[in-house]
């Protein structure tokens, strides 16, 4: 009579909490979930950890580069896991996907070796969604760690021969639709797009602004690591990363974080020509305030005043707090410029820097190329044209206003600004002339045809903003 060997029980081991990772998984879920943009969630995470004593800088390095690479090839990752996963990838539950967005990343973006990218993230599920799904985690990755990334494009990419911009979407990781709108921007070169994608995707340095009067670029360069912006004068960029907020003169509000484009159009405006008096400045579209502190640094070294309006109640509560110590008046209004608070032709120089689809800042913010949608663009489109014929009632004849975004997509630019002049001649009121902008931007290169200006990442290292510099006659 034979007897069953009973097989020994296995004893239940505790999965391994990796903090580096489990505070990765939570930036993704609070930008999955909540709508939450990477930039704004993941210092105050990164805070609590070091504080509690789990992280050290390496760690925050590692942590930071999981969240940003993740999201920044989403739509890649997405391709290879959906050729790895026997179901629509839309079914896969939405926590167990961001722990195979992070195993991919690690897997195909990073030197992390295979057999510790798929362990680590096997830990995670077991962490964060249980043990069950851990399994599925675990198979799914195996297959992904098959192949390396060059490999995996040209499984789930078509040749470009045969479809330009799927090809570039996918091997770029950007949304079709914004492939064909900056290529339209650029003018379709396939050099230049290339560029742009790839600057997209490369994590920016951070860039500081002195504020006039309050700091200096000196002050600012003392700093380990610091080195001149260069374009901007009052411009300071952070070669070894850090914290800004843990330096005085950002602390203390006499300087602040600010891309290099966007001061440059606060700079334009500020020194563009005008005729008559100097005397009322308008930051009509202010929040959350960076723009706004330029210009009010620069309005008091001339003796002018600064209005920084903002609709929203709690962004104009944080251009007061940026605000807050300007050496010259100011004044922070809540308003809406499409039905402003003060009577037409009261300032002499007007900012209006528009609600926009942010595509000239994937680089800041990547989650936004998921995000944003074209039919996006009906609505923005109509309110950035009520905002810049609300700016141009706002200037008195003789005075200047300028026209922003920070998007280089046409309907955004170049087409706002064409309707709206377009408009106002057929009415035969405002009277309006362009500008040349680019003169007002000394030094820098490849500023195109004029008169308008378009910044680019790959070709001006900064956001891609866009100014137009419009004078009103009558």
Not at 350 to 365: E, F, H, N, W, Y
Request: contains cysteine; neutral net charge; glycine residues 10%.
């Amino acid at each position: 009579m034979s007897t069953r060997q009973r097989r020994p029980s296995r004893t239940y081991r505790r999965p391994q909490r990796d903090p580096v990772r489990i505070l990765a998984f939570e930036a993704l879920r609070a930008v999955g979930e909540r709508g939450a943009y990477a930039n704004l969630v993941l210092p105050p995470l990164l805070a609590r950890a070091k504080e509690d004593g789990e992280f050290d800088a390496r760690d925050a390095a590692l942590a930071t580069e999981l969240v940003y690479g993740t999201l920044r090839r989403q739509g890649t990752y997405d391709a290879v896991l959906a050729a790895c996963v026997d179901r629509p990838l839309g079914e896969v539950d939405p926590p167990v996907l961001d722990v195979l967005s992070l195993g991919a990343h690690q897997l195909l973006g990073t030197r992390i070796p295979s057999h510790a990218a798929v362990s680590s993230s096997v830990e995670l599920a077991r962490c964060v969604v249980g043990d069950g799904r851990a399994k599925f985690v675990n198979a799914v990755l195996r297959r992904v760690a098959a192949h390396d990334l060059d490999d995996w494009l040209e499984r789930v990419a078509p040749p470009y021969d045969e479809d330009p911009e799927r090809h570039l979407a996918l091997v770029h990781a950007h949304p079709r639709w914004v492939v064909a709108a900056l290529w339209d921007a650029l003018g379709g070169d396939r050099a230049g797009i290339e560029q742009l994608l790839a600057a997209d995707n490369e994590r920016p340095l951070v860039t500081l602004a002195a504020r006039p009067g309050r700091s200096t670029v000196e002050e600012l360069r003392a700093e380990p690591g610091a080195e001149p912006g260069r374009w901007s004068p009052y411009a300071v960029r952070l070669t070894e990363g850090g914290e800004p907020g843990a330096l005085a003169a950002v602390r203390d509000g006499r300087a602040g974080v600010q891309d290099e484009g966007s001061q440059l159009v606060a700079l334009a405006l500020a020194n563009a020509p005008l005729t008559g008096p100097d005397r009322r400045w308008l930051d009509g579209c202010a929040g959350p305030g960076g723009k706004a502190a330029l210009l009010a640094a620069l309005a008091a070294e001339r003796g002018a005043a600064l209005v920084a309006a903002e609709r929203q109640p709690h962004r104009a509560r944080l251009v007061a707090d940026v605000l807050d110590g300007n050496p010259g008046p100011y004044q922070v209004v809540v308003a809406d410029g499409t039905r402003p608070a003060w009577r037409p032709g009261s300032f002499d120089r007007v900012l209006i820097d528009v609600p926009c689809t942010g595509l000239g800042a994937l680089r800041r913010r990547p989650e936004a190329r998921w995000r944003r949608r074209p039919e996006d663009l009906d609505g923005l489109v109509a309110l950035q044209r009520e905002l810049l014929r609300g700016a141009l009632a706002a200037v008195r004849p003789g005075g200047v206003v300028g026209y922003a975004t920070c998007s280089p997509h046409l309907a955004e630019t170049r087409l706002v600004v064409a309707d709206v002049l377009k408009g106002l001649a057929g009415e035969g009121g405002t009277a309006v002339e362009r500008i040349d902008a680019r003169p007002l931007l000394p030094g820098v290169p490849e500023l195109g045809p004029g008169p308008d200006v378009q910044l680019w990442p790959h070709r001006h290292g900064t956001d891609a903003m866009y100014l137009a510099l419009l004078r009103r006659t009558a």
